[in-house]
């Protein structure tokens, strides 16, 4: 069966990873696994005692002293009982450090106090975790918080006050939280910052321990039985008193375990509190703390694990996003890579068939700019009569057409007919910067290819090659369009046109030239209307053929040169192209070793559930 300090123990190793996770005490939010957790906050007015009760329990003299505020950062304190061996301390922040020298200890939480706060009387809530390994401690987890003050001192602004207890109640208010609550015996119980406060978060004192110290310093004739004993304040759980180290004591340097045997010897002898002194003392109060916090741990088994079972789900689905190790040899590089390129063309197509939006721009393109820019074509100077009376002079030569002007109607046509090629191209172009949007667009919406920039710039210009092709393609097949419509007129349109000429408007004007302007104005009119004809034609036929050519394509072989181009590389060119973002490759190893920490944890908390 498990044991109260394995299992105590346990809970160690689990608050240590949610530290990993950031998800720690007074940083975790609501429904957090550290909240699940219960932990023991140690809360108490500044000069109180806390620091001295904190090392009677550890049995080390391991805290910053000095006057003011000493305490600027909470201290998470995990005790770990070993069975023999070296005591050591080892610090979150520098796991691979080991402290033998508990001097060094407290140097290491002052330096590392300063590195967050300055070298000011600054606060901040971002805790330090030390684990302290000893055979003279219990299993335990202990939050030291920075001691209750009523006024701000030099140096301090005027918010400390505040300040201090929204932190202190950040911690307290969880209601997995036992309290510690340090109060000198020599000052009035009903003054007690550590007392008023716990009486606000805890009204009915299930959750609070109190502690007397400083029961040595009393005035004489004075005791305190009566708290001690529960008649003055009255907690759930019994009083605790303890006599802490005299000045002169660490002036002397007397160590911890010698201070515990002064103590029990002074509760031994006190004709007050001889009667209490199995229930008094810093080993009593670790070990009742400790009973404590296995029971409340124990009942506590099934949320606990629920939370954690919840917490794994979280991670693993983390480890979908971010993407799953890979493997080291070459088909399973080859295979994740075709996978990326399949979840990125999942996506392309989705853009041009509407799933995702961006597509509908290249109907855009043929309903506004295509017609647009047909519309924009200049016939109207170009037929003019001007112009059409130089083509059929200079078509005609020496000698002037006898009845239709056949050479002068073939070159008036052809060079109309040249003028679509512009936004025939522009279109084709047009269409092309489209779907070079929806590589980009598609590439940034596939979570997949997150994780390897390597092969999104791999796939990103192996698809803007294909493009390029598809859009030479599309440009000669719409030119092609446009050639050949110069190439071959349609012969029916020009016999339905009518032979005779028209009658002279213009009684004033010579009756030669009369009929030589209708003449040519007929000519123009009859190539505009053939024109027209050819515009609504051209209209239909170049969005067909670039969807053919360009569109089409994209959506069937946009990537098909480029799975050639994979298949025929080695395992280390492969590798090259999964060359994943560092930071996100960690973030990955740190969520895997969590995972992994919580798996065993949930294990290990099942199978004492069921013991």
């Known amino acids: ?98 402290f033998t020298d508990f001097a060094a200890v407290r140097k290491e939480i002052a330096d590392e106090t300063d590195r967050i706060t300055g070298k000011t009387k600054a606060i901040s809530n971002v805790p330090i975790h030390l684990s302290i390994y000893s055979p003279h401690v219990v299993n335990l987890t202990l939050i030291d918080l920075p001691g209750l003050t009523k006024v701000a001192v030099e140096g301090q602004p005027e918010s400390i006050v505040q300040d201090i207890e929204n932190m202190v109640r950040a911690y307290v208010d969880k209601p997995n939280c036992i309290i510690l609550a340090i109060s000198p015996a020599n000052q009035d119980i009903a003054t007690s910052d550590a007392i008023k406060l716990a009486r606000d978060v805890d009204p009915s004192g299930d959750r609070t321990f109190g502690v007397l110290t400083k029961l040595d310093l009393m005035d004489k004739g004075t005791n305190a039985v009566d708290v001690l004993e529960g008649r003055q304040y009255r907690l759930q759980h019994p009083w605790v008193g303890i006599v802490n180290r005299s000045q002169a004591d660490i002036n002397k340097n007397v160590d911890m375990l010698s201070a515990r045997r002064k103590e029990k010897e002074y509760f031994e002898s006190s004709p007050e509190y001889g009667h209490l002194a199995h229930k008094m003392g810093a080993e009593y109060l670790a070990k009742l703390l400790s009973q404590h916090l296995e029971a409340v741990i124990r009942a506590k088994i099934p949320s606990i694990i629920a939370m954690i079972n919840k917490t794994i789900d979280e991670i693993e689905a983390q ?131 997150k994780r390897f920039p390597t092969l999104q710039s791999d796939i990103a210009a192996a698809a803007n090659d294909s493009l390029e092709r598809f859009r030479e393609d599309g440009r000669k097949t719409v030119l092609r369009l446009v050639e050949m419509e110069a190439s071959y007129l349609t012969v029916e349109f020009f016999r339905k046109l009518p032979t005779e000429p028209e009658k002279a408007a213009d009684k004033n004007t010579p009756v030669s030239d009369r009929y030589q302007d209708n003449h040519l104005r007929r000519i123009g009119s009859n190539v505009s209307s053939y024109i027209n004809m050819v515009c609504e034609t051209l209209r239909n036929t170049v969005p067909k053929a670039i969807v053919h050519c360009q569109v089409k394509e994209a959506k069937r072989n946009l990537l098909n040169r480029f799975y050639a181009h994979v298949g025929s590389k080695e395992k280390k060119q492969l590798s090259a192209m999964l060359d994943e973002d560092p930071a996100l490759m960690e973030k990955r190893d740190a969520l895997v070793k969590r995972l992994e920490l919580y798996k065993s944890a949930r294990n290990e908390i099942d199978s004492v559930a069921w013991k």
């Open 1 to 98: 069966m498990a044991t109260m300090e394995s299992l105590i123990g346990l809970v160690n190793r689990i608050q240590r990873a949610c530290t990993v996770l950031g998800d720690h005490g007074g940083g975790g939010g609501e429904g957090s696994l550290w909240e699940a957790l219960p932990s023991v906050a140690v809360v108490g007015g500044q000069s109180s005692g806390k620091s001295s009760v904190l090392e009677s329990i550890v049995g080390r003299d391991f805290l910053p002293r000095g006057s003011g505020i000493v305490t600027r950062r909470p201290l998470v304190l995990q005790l770990h009982k070993t069975d023999g061996g070296h005591e050591y301390a080892e610090f979150l922040h520098a796991p691979r450090k080991r």
């Open 319 to 449: 480890l979908d996003r971010l993407g799953r190790p890979i493997g080291g040899d070459a088909g399973a590089q080859l295979y994740t890579i075709l996978d990326m390129c399949r979840a990125f063309d999942r996506v392309f197509k989705e853009h041009l068939d509407g799933g995702r939006p961006g597509g509908d721009r290249i109907y855009g393109v043929f309903d506004n700019q295509l017609p647009a820019a047909l519309k924009k074509l200049p016939f109207d100077r170009h037929l003019s009569m001007q112009n059409v009376r130089k083509v059929i002079s200079e078509a005609d030569g020496y000698q002037p057409h006898l009845i239709a002007p056949e050479q002068g109607y073939r070159r008036l046509i052809d060079s109309s007919l040249s003028y679509f090629k512009g936004p025939a191209e522009a279109s084709v172009d047009a269409v092309h910067l489209v779907l070079k949007e929806l590589v980009r667009r598609s590439i940034a919406a596939t979570e997949e290819l």
